[in-house]
């Protein structure tokens, strides 16, 4: 089980944002963020705890082991006000967080 | 430039069947595991097949185990899900998803826009 927090946060564009994630159990650094907009597909943003999807900006970063993981925003662009899920595939079967949606203060 | 395109969604019974399609194109299909994901309304992801580059290895969340069949075609480019014994938490949006890396599993790097599933009487 991914556990995300927090549900919400509320931010203002230039603002850091730290989003968290947590599994039951360890999955080793095989933890994905995915960004969604609403009426959009979700799209890739980082793998394996830290590595960038093509074409995603550097603000975006990822950190963490084991059962602990963050997505960083180092400073929040309009577009990026959306919902944010987290994914492992370090344990089977394949699981999602319950997201954090992350808007405009 | 890659493009999944689903079809196949639509107002079902419960009990009754569905089959979905996706449409690959951009990328060497054959090479790449695909995934299903679906996204009941207003809720998250949930994964729910994965059929390897050569259907030699699939899996489903148990959610769906016993009732969904995943296959692909790679002449085709072509993915598939085989939904029997629709249940109305079946009910979703139904994503098509290519994994990033090829020969490997579990990393959702492009996706369809979904077709929309809907079980009721």
């Known amino acids: 089980v991914l556990t995300q927090s927090p549900a919400t946060l509320s931010l203002s564009p230039g603002e850091r944002a730290t989003l968290s994630c947590r599994a039951s159990q360890s999955v080793s650094n095989y933890l994905a963020w995915y960004q969604q907009k609403p009426g959009q597909a979700p799209r890739l943003l980082i793998y394996d705890t830290s590595n960038r999807a093509p074409g995603i900006p550097a603000r975006f970063s990822g950190g963490g082991s084991g059962t602990d993981f963050t997505l960083t925003i180092s400073s929040l662009q309009p577009e990026d006000f959306a919902v944010y899920y987290c994914q492992q595939r370090g344990n089977w079967p394949y699981t999602f967080g319950q997201g954090t949606k992350l808007d405009i203060k | 430039e890659v493009q999944l395109v689903e079809s196949g969604g639509g107002l079902q019974q419960p009990g009754r069947s569905l089959r979905l399609s996706c449409a690959a194109s951009g990328f060497t299909f054959d090479e790449y595991a695909m995934h299903w994901v679906r996204q009941a309304p207003g809720k998250g992801l949930e994964w729910v097949s994965r059929?390897?580059?050569?259907?030699?290895?699939?899996h489903y969340a148990d959610s769906v185990k016993g009732r969904f069949t995943v296959s692909r075609d790679n002449a085709k480019k072509s993915l598939y899900l085989q939904m029997n014994s629709l249940r109305a938490e079946d009910t979703a949006l139904y994503y098509c998803t290519k994994d990033l890396i090829r020969y490997s599993y579990g990393i959702f790097d492009s996706w369809g826009q979904g077709t929309l599933v809907t079980v009721a009487s």
């Open positions: 059929i390897s580059w050569n259907s030699g290895n699939i």
